[in-house]
């Protein structure tokens, strides 16, 4: 797949962190045993490695290996230690000294796409990174569909397997590229949403579209990669982000982790919309979040002539105010086959600022679609059109947006105008166009300056997560520390969306520089 | 097998615990999830038993059933918890409350015999015992035959099953027995000598008989109990006895455990003949230890007419001093078909106090041999005989028994007449009359109040570390406090060994009853 567009990581966030891995690398040399001196193997390596590492374990199937390599390498040995939350194992043992060649692997599990990083725990940096389709989507594209399936044991088999598949896919492609063996990976991090998680661990999802909405585990914590399958070394721990619910999962934990708004004392808005949408606000004394299906209006599922961020995929428009011109650029400079998320988000703002439709999203006059690329420059042959129920269908999700952070914000006594910095996350918040996004209004209306793109920050937390137990602490405290709003159940919240109707918003003023823009062109701008 | 004179526990040695099993049952009732309360289940149950239990984790293939059970039971059930050395984590979750129905396993693996006690956690009592062959022996009767069969991948596989297919012989009829269900024991604790832990482990034994001596480990820790094949509760820790050397394993250190010598000020010796023999002297501020070879001229397995502690083995021996008549004892009163350990050692005694040998072992006369069972008796039809060669090899195992024990005592500076209080360990110590152990010198002319039989105390330090984690952490304190002298390579017991010629001992002032009791018949008792 053309990858690049889902693995950039944003560096305008800097996140300090001291590197202290999930893994461990200790070169020792070990004093030989003698008729006076007649501590065994495993105890003799265990009690030298303690010094570093209290409470550490040594799991059966290596005291054989152990023994071996350090009779063969003269009792000079490196030991890899992975932590296990609680306490610490030995999971490998290498004759003489490999501690700088020591590999961990970060992964972004999303419900369409899966991104690993292959970090180099030595120095904290990604070494290489290599993306691929959620082997799942074969089962069924949408989320609701995999649960359902995973219902049952064998389901639940059936999910697990092809998430591993992907994922061995990936880890085969990283060892190859970074010239490693895939058992040098000796720890993982995993940033996914819930119901994603529970997939990976053949966990019963059931619950999670059903009210109260619980899921089976939020904090999986550390579990042996062996044991799901996972062609790294076997006894690796595979480290899930932690959740906070059913609907806001560890990508959005790892999100707010890579974004470092948890501590600072100033108001930021974090917003991931993928296939779903979650909004995190709050500072470094409290996070309220929340969520709601988002999605597929925004991925290019649902609008007539949608399409997936892939090649020929229209992703930027410009309508030229005065001749009424349409320019367009596709992914890859293919023939345009049809949009993209980014691309239905510029035409909204782009008719809007065209004055061709109206701030309730209406077309004016008697047009009912609007012609983005003609069938003659189509690879379809056909016209690539933009229609009023795809209008509607942005509108709907902008208005879900608009009514979860307006709840948000009345649920903790703010006001929009308080929010002081905006993150966007995710492959969608990386390549939207910022203006258009705030004229449709589905971002704030901030100083630019203050509007962050994170990139993959839920592949990015886990990269922190891998290589730091400071960032996984933090981690495990932002999951505990989020106040979780369930909009399914809210009443408020419905009142809010169903009122939500125009854009940018309904109060303009919360807007400014949209209004300033409909002025100049002399729309309505009331 | 005839288990009843495998599986006997001594009870005149009471060791005060309070009862801390290795599993613990929880019973709780939690509060249904709501949409005000969203942890998730796993998280649920966890945050409520972290009260109790900190440091707690879950291991991935219960998720699910925990899920399960807690709706189905309205979240309210049992959780099995089990220790793992520095961290716990829960192994079952039951509906309701089942705290009352809680058990564990406390093994005593053999060479030649496994004995397993089913105990009842609530109380730290055994409700059922018993015993079978160790399986391994089909490959092998002797431990080197194993050690070296145990040499290749395949021969390890081999010991491991074939350890623990006993095992699950004995674990399948204590459930059956106890009418419990296999999966119900959640806790298992086992004592062995350092080569039975490796071969129930899977563990490389080669360095075992090498100079210096080096097991790969003699702190295995907490196995999980699936990990090696057990048919108990696969989540359960299996925790060995810590041994202290290739000679002195986890049995010898259930035993220091079993007699609470290392809690008393007085000077004691503990003597386990068994396969091996191993003596630890010490008492409550220091203890030290050797091993050697004993065991094959005592288990009747080196004697022409000797024979295992089976039906129809002689096992006391009595010849009037007068008449000369002998009169013998068999097991289950069988006709007799050999003369078992504890019989040939009555055999020697009364020769010695009939004066038909003399001190140095030898018959008087012309006689080679001495016919205990007349042809016309015997089940074998053939006498039944004890000849000078027989006489030699016990006074070999003798002699090594002294010289170690003067090894011992000149290493720390004491004398004989120091020691205060003697324990004998394990079946043959069960067994073996003590005034013939005395007056051949294989045991200490102590008071005989001060000699005390342990019994099975392997098993019963097993038991004591199941049902108590200060007794765990006591056993794993005794193995790093026991000084472990190697006599394979000590000249100076070289010596003495070759020096320890006659009975009970060269110096006689060392034995008073026995000098007393030559005297009286008016042997030579120089």
């Given at each position: 797949m053309n990858s690049s567009r889902e693995i950039i990581l944003q560096n305008r966030v800097s996140v300090d962190i001291t590197i202290d891995p999930l893994s461990r690398k200790r070169y020792v040399e070990l004093k030989p045993p003698s008729l006076q001196d007649n501590q065994a193997d495993v105890d003799r390596l265990l009690s030298a490695l303690r010094d570093c590492c209290p409470g550490l374990h040594m799991p059966l199937n290596l005291m054989n290996k152990t023994s071996e390599v350090l009779r063969s390498a003269d009792w000079r040995v490196t030991a890899t230690l992975a932590c296990f939350g609680d306490y610490w194992s030995v999971i490998d043992v290498e004759p003489g000294d490999k501690t700088g060649h020591h590999y961990g692997l970060a992964i972004d599990l999303g419900t369409t796409t899966v991104v690993g990083y292959l970090v180099d725990l030595t120095?904290?940096?990604?070494k290489l990174a290599a993306a691929d389709y959620n082997g799942q989507a074969q089962y069924g594209d949408d989320i609701l569909t995999r649960i359902y399936l995973a219902g049952t044991p064998e389901g639940r088999a059936q999910m697990r397997e092809a998430a591993v598949a992907t994922l061995n896919k990936i880890i085969a492609r990283l060892a190859k590229g970074g010239d490693i063996g895939q058992t040098d990976i000796s720890a993982v991090a995993v940033g996914a949403n819930t119901t994603m998680i529970h997939l990976l661990l053949g966990l019963d999802p059931s619950h999670i579209c059903m009210a109260p909405y619980i899921p089976v585990v939020n904090r999986p914590g550390y579990i042996r990669a062996g044991d799901i399958g996972l062609r790294v070394n076997?006894?690796?721990?595979?480290?899930?982000?932690?959740?906070?619910?059913?609907y806001v999962g560890g990508d959005v934990v790892g999100g707010i982790l890579a974004s470092g708004?948890?501590?600072?004392?100033?108001?930021?808005?974090?917003?991931?919309?993928?296939?779903?949408?979650?909004?995190?606000?709050?500072?470094?004394?409290?996070?309220?979040?929340?969520?709601?299906?988002?999605?597929?209006?925004?991925?290019?599922?649902?609008?007539?002539?949608?399409?997936?961020?892939?090649?020929?995929?229209?992703?930027?428009?410009?309508?030229?105010?005065?001749?009424?011109?349409?320019?367009?650029?596709t992914i890859a400079d293919e023939?345009?086959?049809?949009?993209?998320?980014?691309?239905?988000?510029?035409?909204?703002?782009?008719?809007?600022?065209?004055?061709?439709?109206?701030?309730?999203?209406?077309f004016k006059g008697d047009k009912s679609e609007f012609i983005v690329v003609p069938a003659c420059e189509s690879a379809t042959g056909r016209d690539?059109?933009?229609?009023?129920?795809?209008?509607?269908n942005i509108m709907r999700t902008k208005g879900a947006i608009n009514a979860a952070l307006e709840y948000l914000l009345e649920s903790v006594g703010c006001r929009m105008e308080d929010i002081e910095t905006f993150y966007a996350a995710g492959a969608f918040g990386q390549h939207l166009d910022l203006e258009s996004a705030v004229t449709v209004g589905l971002y704030p209306d901030l100083p630019r300056g203050k509007m962050i793109r994170?990139?993959?920050?839920?592949?990015?937390?886990?990269?922190?997560?891998?290589?730091?137990?400071?960032?996984?602490?933090?981690?495990e405290e932002i999951s505990r520390s989020i106040t979780y709003f369930e909009l399914?159940?809210?009443?408020?919240?419905?009142?809010?969306?169903?009122?939500?109707?125009?854009?940018?918003?309904t109060n303009l003023d919360y807007y400014p520089t949209v209004k300033e823009k409909l002025k100049k062109r002399r729309l309505n701008a009331q």
């Open positions: 120095t904290g940096n990604i076997p006894e690796a721990p595979l480290y899930a982000l932690p959740g906070v619910g059913s708004l948890y501590k600072k004392p100033e108001l930021a808005l974090f917003v991931d919309i993928g296939t779903n949408g979650e909004m995190v606000l709050g500072n470094n004394e409290w996070l309220v979040a929340c969520a709601g299906a988002a999605g597929p209006a925004l991925e290019g599922g649902v609008a007539r002539c949608g399409m997936r961020a892939e090649m020929g995929a229209v992703y930027q428009v410009r309508i030229d105010r005065r001749t009424g011109k349409v320019t367009y650029r023939k345009p086959a049809g949009i993209c998320g980014s691309g239905l988000v510029d035409c909204l703002a782009e008719l809007l600022l065209a004055g061709i439709i109206d701030r309730a999203g209406k690539i059109t933009f229609t009023q129920a795809d209008i509607n994170l990139g993959n920050s839920s592949g990015e937390g886990a990269r922190l997560a891998l290589v730091s137990g400071q960032a996984r602490h933090e981690a399914n159940a809210s009443e408020a919240f419905m009142n809010k969306f169903v009122g939500s109707k125009f854009l940018p918003h």
